[in-house]
């Protein structure tokens, strides 16, 4: 169930960000889950929000004839292009950050022993899918055959195995 006060905080930071027309990435995070928003829509941008059938997806809208000026027309264009790759850069940098932060706990943080053909807990799938190896905490895994949606893969460290369908599902082989 989606958390009242993320809900509430998130709410906020879109009037912000639509008052001061700013483009954002946000990641909320309490105890109970999280929110998560693109932002690319501000009026300065050629991002726009377009419904689809069962929700919306953004769309670079930039046709010439919809811009007074050759000039006006590529500035739109540059200064989007400018965000995403801005954007790009920041979350490359922060997802290097998160994985050295997440190997540093995963080093105290034991993942209960489950037996041969159970499903991991969440925790551990976590893991998974951040290339990580919920017993040793190491990157790397070979894969190995497949089968339907499902791979089995081999820790490049340890040796441990599992069959994964990521990133909802693991299992200990
Ligand atoms: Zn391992």
Redo the contacts with the bound molecule.
């Keep these: 169930m989606p958390d009242v006060k993320l809900k509430a905080a998130m709410e906020e930071i879109k009037t912000v960000l639509k008052n001061y027309d700013i483009c954002a990435i946000v990641l909320l995070s309490n105890q109970n889950g999280m929110e998560f928003l693109h932002e690319l829509t501000a009026t300065w941008t050629c991002a726009r929000i377009q419904e689809i059938p069962g929700g919306h997806e953004i769309r670079i809208k930039a046709k010439r004839e919809d811009f007074p000026t050759e000039e006006a027309h590529y500035k739109v264009l540059n200064d989007t292009v400018g965000t995403v790759f801005g954007f790009v850069d920041a979350l490359q940098y922060s997802q290097e950050q998160m994985m050295g932060l997440a190997k540093m706990l995963g080093k105290h943080f034991e993942i209960t022993h489950v037996t041969r053909g159970d499903k991991l807990p969440e925790r551990a799938i976590a893991f998974l899918n951040q290339d990580i190896?919920?017993?040793?905490?190491?990157s790397g895994f070979i894969q190995g055959p497949r089968g339907g949606n499902s791979v089995n893969i081999t820790?490049?460290?340890?040796?441990?195995r599992f069959n994964v369908c990521l990133p909802w599902f693991a299992e200990r082989i």
């Design positions: 190896c919920p017993d040793c905490k190491e820790c490049n460290h340890c040796g441990a």
